[in-house]
Each structure stands twice: as C-alpha cells, then as structure tokens.
C-alpha cells in the first residue's frame, strides 16, 4: 500500500541517475516524507521514515558523518540519499558497512541533479499515493460500517487497485490509558508494516489486515 524505498528507486533510477550503495535489505521501507538534513544535530527534527537528501555542506569527515549516519538511523529515517560533488566526493567504506549492517538504504546522487527537481518529483509522488490511498480508507470504511453499500464500495476499491480477494480482518485497537496518543499508533503502525491500512473511529483505530499477517498483527497490537 504505502510508498516504499524501493518504490521511490525504481521511480527516479533512470530518470536522475540515482544509484544504491548500500542497504538493499531496508528497501521494503516506507517512506513518509522527503527532508534535508545537512548537519547531525538536526536529525532530531525528523518524526522517522524520511527519506533524507544530503549535499555534504558540513561535512566534517569520515567521523563526522558517521555520527550523522546513525543518528539518522536513531529516528528511524527511511534512508539516505547523499548529492556526491564538491563537498563531499567520496562516501568512506565504513558508512557503507553501517547502512549494509543495519538495512539503512544509501544511494548516491550525481551533483549535475538538481535537488529541487528530484525531491519535488518524489514529492509529488508521495502526495498521490496518499490521495489513494485514503480513497482507498474511504471505501473501506463503507464496507464495515454500512454493510448495504459493499458491492459498489468494493467495485471501488478495485477501480483503486485495491484486489478485494482472499481474506481480511478488521482488528479493533482500543486505548489503555486515557493520554494514549492515536496518531503517533497509527504512524507506527505506518512504519511497521506498509501493507496494513488504519484509520480512528471514534475511540478506536480500526486496523483492517490480510490474514497472513494476523499473527504479526497480533504481536505488534499486544506490544503496545
């Protein structure tokens, strides 16, 4: 369902020339928005599943940037992308094993690319999945709450590119304590699995899941 890394990489590979370097095993994450970062104190700023751009403005050697890498995987960004050019013309060796131990992806940008038109592409991209996908949640709602417009809900769905076949499951996550914060659940179930769709109703997060994922489902919702 949601925008992942390699998603966005298989999108902008040819079109700028964007290249991996490390962290194939990370490419399955989702990516919620795209942000620059230039300095490692910054990186408290992001919510996790950023993709980050970075031009090397401040770079400050192999050290320097191996401390901003792991910040970075501290906030859960989704991966990182790094504009190679006159600040910073080699990515070292030791930020490539960091990202291929963690499963962080790191690609390499051309500085003839000018950010302002990859990051407005992906952007875009990212602003139009969501539009479907809350069609998507829309029509969703529609089966489970108003059981006598399913048929033409689910000819929507299809009309999405959302296959209504095999089974689903609508789990039901209600608030332990009264300070809980929904959003902040829902991006976290975003950021865990981006095949599961949620939404709040009333006081509740109605999770809706494929049946093969019912187990994680269930060990994830009992962690909370």
């Known amino acids: ?26 490419l399955d994450r989702t990516v919620e928005w795209i942000h620059m970062i230039e300095s490692a104190e910054s990186a408290s700023f992001l ?37 190679v050019g006159p600040y910073i013309n080699e990515i070292p060796q030791s930020v490539i094993d960091f990202c291929n131990t963690y499963s962080v992806p790191l690609f390499s940008l051309p500085w003839d690319v000018h950010l302002v ?5 992906l952007c875009r991209f990212i602003i139009d999945d969501e539009k479907r996908k809350q069609s998507i949640l829309d029509y969703l709602k529609q089966v489970l709450m108003l059981p006598d417009q399913c048929q033409a809900a689910c000819l929507a769905l299809e009309s999405q590119g959302f296959s209504v076949e095999g089974e689903f499951r609508a789990v039901i996550v209600r608030k332990r304590y009264s ?3 929904f959003d902040e659940i829902l991006a976290l179930l975003k950021l865990w699995n981006g095949h599961i769709l949620a939404f709040s109703h009333h006081e509740d997060i109605v999770v809706v899941v494929s049946s093969e994922s019912m187990e994680d489902m269930k060990n994830t919702v009992e962690s909370m």
Do not use: C, P
């Open 1 to 26: 369902m949601s925008v992942t890394i390699g998603r966005l990489y298989e999108k902008s590979l040819h079109l700028y020339k964007i290249q991996l370097l490390a962290g194939e095993k990370g």
């Open 117 to 121: 038109d990859i990051t407005r592409y």
């Open 47 to 83: 919510h996790g599943g950023e993709l980050v751009f970075f031009t090397g403005l401040l770079y400050d050697g192999e050290e320097w940037i191996l401390d901003y890498v792991r910040r970075l995987k501290q906030r859960k960004a989704a991966g990182l992308v790094i504009n």
């Open 179 to 181: 300070n809980n914060d």
